[in-house]
Every structure is written in C-alpha cells, then in structure tokens.
C-alpha cells in the first residue's frame, strides 16, 4: 500500500512546498481526530476517505503495480463503510462481547 500511495502522490498530487508543513499539521490533526474515534462508528472521514480510495484504485488501474491494488482498495473501502472490520474495531467488538 505504501509504494501504492508514494506513486500516486508523486505523479498525481504534487509536493508544494509552501504548504508543506501546513498540510502535515493538517493530516496530523486528523490522524489524532480518528484515533480518538470510537472504533466501531464509521469515521467523521469516512467520505473523504472513500473519495481517496477511489483516486487511488482509478490510479491503480493505469498503472503497473506489484500486487493487486484493485483488491486492496476493495479490501479498505469495506473496512470504511464497517468500522468492525478493521483491527481496532475487532478488538473492540470481541472485547465487549467478553463481558
């Protein structure tokens, strides 16, 4: 996902330095935002989030990737839409189905 993710913003999305630390601020804040998200509601990101996926799989189909990214933004956009799937909210479910 990573190499997925690093060809996509380097040939689509364009490292402005002027706005560089503005934007990591930015992208930091929402990484906290989320963090502190109940893990079983579907995210205040969810749209942008699947707005990102989607640029991403488009990007993938146009080019030549190592592995199945089609598949794996399949794979995420579940895991958007249904916050159990992903590993925090797995963990959270199977907890409080202990108790």
Excluded: W
Excluded at 18 to 33: F, P, R, V
Excluded at 65 to 76: D, S, V
Aim: glycine share 2%; hydrophobic share 45%.
């Amino acid at each position: 996902m990573i190499r997925l993710m690093f060809a996509y913003f380097v040939s689509v999305r364009p490292f402005d330095l002027k706005t560089a630390d503005e934007d990591i601020a930015k992208a930091g804040q929402k990484n906290d935002e989320v963090a502190l998200e109940n893990p079983l509601n579907i995210s205040k990101y969810r749209d942008e989030a699947a707005d990102f996926i989607d640029q991403l799989e488009t990007f993938s189909a146009q080019a030549i990737i190592p592995f199945n990214a089609q598949h794996l933004c399949f794979k995420l956009t579940e895991m958007i839409d249904d916050p159990v799937l992903t590993p925090s909210g797995a963990d959270t479910q199977m907890e409080q189905e202990a108790f």
